[in-house]
């Protein structure tokens, strides 16, 4: 069971105009369709950015949110096995890029988020064993400033 998060920053924006201005519409779109709970469909508007002429960092960076993404979508088609991978491999390339904040993202929030949602499945050694608990999405709010990167 999946809901939206009430508490990480109410009905607040998730980006403002210098955001829009400053970064690929893929990933404003990818935000807008993760935070209305289209997963399948934020990992493909990220995934189109990631596809393209972009710099090592921020290719690392898109492939760890499109992972995310991937984790919810996995687990909206009741492949919590898969899931759990996605949410590993989100956490790997999280830890590689190796910043706090990156595209305007607080990363460490972000993953705070996500490992509230999906540690569940990090408990046992299949996770398939487990009932899906309620769980509260993460909700991707960017810091107000516009970040460089590459």
């Known amino acids: 069971m999946m809901s939206a998060?009430?508490?990480s920053g109410g009905n607040s924006p998730a980006y403002t105009e210098m955001h829009i201005v400053a970064y690929p519409i893929e990933y404003i779109a990818g935000i807008d369709l993760f935070n209305e709970g289209e997963f399948h469909a934020a990992h493909d508007a990220w995934e189109d950015r990631w596809m393209g002429e972009v710099g090592r960092d921020e290719k690392l960076f898109l492939q760890a949110m499109i992972q995310s993404a991937v984790a919810f979508h996995h687990l909206?088609?009741?492949?919590p096995g898969a899931a759990r991978r996605m949410y590993q491999m989100a956490k790997e390339k999280f830890a590689r890029l190796g910043v706090k904040n990156f595209m305007s993202?607080?990363?460490?929030d972000y993953q705070a988020q996500l490992d509230r949602a999906l540690s569940w499945l990090l408990?046992?050694?299949d996770p398939r064993e487990l009932t899906q608990p309620e769980m509260t999405l993460p909700v991707i709010r960017l810091l107000p400033e516009v970040m460089e990167f590459d």
């Open 123 to 125: 408990t046992v050694p």
């Open 5 to 7: 998060n009430k508490e």
């Open 105 to 108: 993202l607080d990363l460490e």
């Open 76 to 79: 909206e088609i009741g492949r």
